[in-house]
């Protein structure tokens, strides 16, 4: 390991959390956003909530989570490619990124004001990211495999 490491940890823990907090709290916001009318005060005020979180402070950190995260597992030593964890990791990795982009697409529809999907919709869409959020931990830390 180099003297960056702890260093290129840092930066990728706090990368993960501003990326997380976006996609705990995007959707959070499109189940308000339904339940007003469109060209409503209230709903451009929400268009500009959804554009500002997501390009402001979702997009780059999930470049910095990427770039980071690159990086760490570049380091000599830091991960055993023979060990299974660091695949589940990377798929739920994918499958965050994966919500990421379908979050910017309805953001995208909402501020076209052709959104159709129900807040029961974005609700159940707001457990996903939790959800891989606790594989990811489990994987990263206790290493089960
Ligand atoms: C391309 C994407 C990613 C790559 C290549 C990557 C890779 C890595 C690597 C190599 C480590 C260092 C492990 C160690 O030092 O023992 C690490 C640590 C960590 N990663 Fe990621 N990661 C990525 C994305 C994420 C995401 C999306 C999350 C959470 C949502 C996350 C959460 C963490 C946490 C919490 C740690 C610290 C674990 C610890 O040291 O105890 N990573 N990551």
Avoid at 87 to 111: E, G, I, M, P, S
Wanted: with cysteine; charged share 15%; proline share 5%.
């Amino acid at each position: 390991m180099t003297a960056f490491y702890p260093w290129l940890k840092t930066f990728h823990i706090l990368s993960v959390i501003a990326w997380m907090a976006g996609l705990l709290y995007l959707p959070r916001l499109f189940v308000y956003h339904v339940g007003v009318r469109p060209g409503s005060e209230a709903s451009e005020t929400f268009k500009v909530m959804e554009r500002r979180l997501l390009r402001g402070i979702m997009n780059p950190a999930l470049v910095g989570t990427y770039l980071f995260g690159i990086a760490l597992a570049a380091e000599p030593g830091v991960v055993d490619w023979a060990q299974g964890w660091i695949y589940v990791k990377l798929a739920a990795v994918l499958a965050l990124t994966a919500l990421h982009y379908c979050f910017a697409q309805w953001r995208k529809a909402f501020a076209e004001d052709r959104n159709r999907r129900s807040a029961a919709f974005f609700r159940v869409v707001n457990e996903i990211p939790t959800l891989l959020l606790i594989v990811i931990v489990v994987m990263v830390v206790v290493r089960p495999f």
